[in-house]
């Protein structure tokens, strides 16, 4: 059975200015290896007319695409000879016509002007709901009247119903 190595207790007291020193001139060292990799890697990939990618490096060099993207310099470099990069700032260049969607006329405005705009529209939206409610409470009011003038116009008929039965019989009786 193996023994496994314990892991090293966090360290509690500051690094010395010496080690930190140390550290930084090896971390300078290993971006300035990774930078010369990249370039031998990119000009060997441009001779053989193979595209320059991610995944054509690693092949190439062995030098993985987080290595890249952790040094700015070598970023930078793999960014400018990237096969595919180019072809995108190609096409940004020559945009298709007929794949152009309109530009949103309200992106051109400031943040400030678009703010103030959405405050006049608030305004606006809350006149018209105060003007809906009282319309509403028109048409309310109006239909109220309605159904009072219907229950009187009933009690009229029933009324006339009433007088109208009565002179009936009264024409039948007689004189």
Do not use: W
Not at 117 to 140: F, G, H, I, P, W
């Amino acid at each position: 059975m193996r023994k496994r190595k314990r892991a090293a207790p966090p360290r509690t007291e500051p690094y010395s200015e010496q080690q930190l020193a140390g550290l930084r001139g090896h971390a300078q060292a290993q971006k300035q290896q990774t930078l010369s990799r990249l370039e031998a890697a990119i000009t060997s990939l441009a001779k053989q007319h193979k595209q320059i990618s991610a995944r054509t490096i690693r092949k190439e060099c062995g030098l993985e695409y987080a290595s890249i993207r952790r040094n700015p310099e070598a970023l930078l470099l793999y960014q400018q000879h990237s096969t595919f990069l180019k072809q995108q700032r190609k096409q940004k260049k020559a945009p298709q016509p007929d794949t152009l969607s309109p530009r949103d006329p309200l992106l051109a405005y400031k943040k400030t002007d678009l703010m103030a705009r959405v405050r006049k529209a608030e305004e606006l939206l809350k006149a018209q709901e105060q003007q809906y409610a009282t319309l509403l409470q028109d048409y309310v009011q109006k239909d109220i009247k309605i159904a009072e003038l219907e229950a009187e116009l009933a009690r009229h008929r029933q009324y006339l119903e009433g007088l109208r039965l009565t002179i009936q019989r009264q024409e039948h009786q007689g004189p």
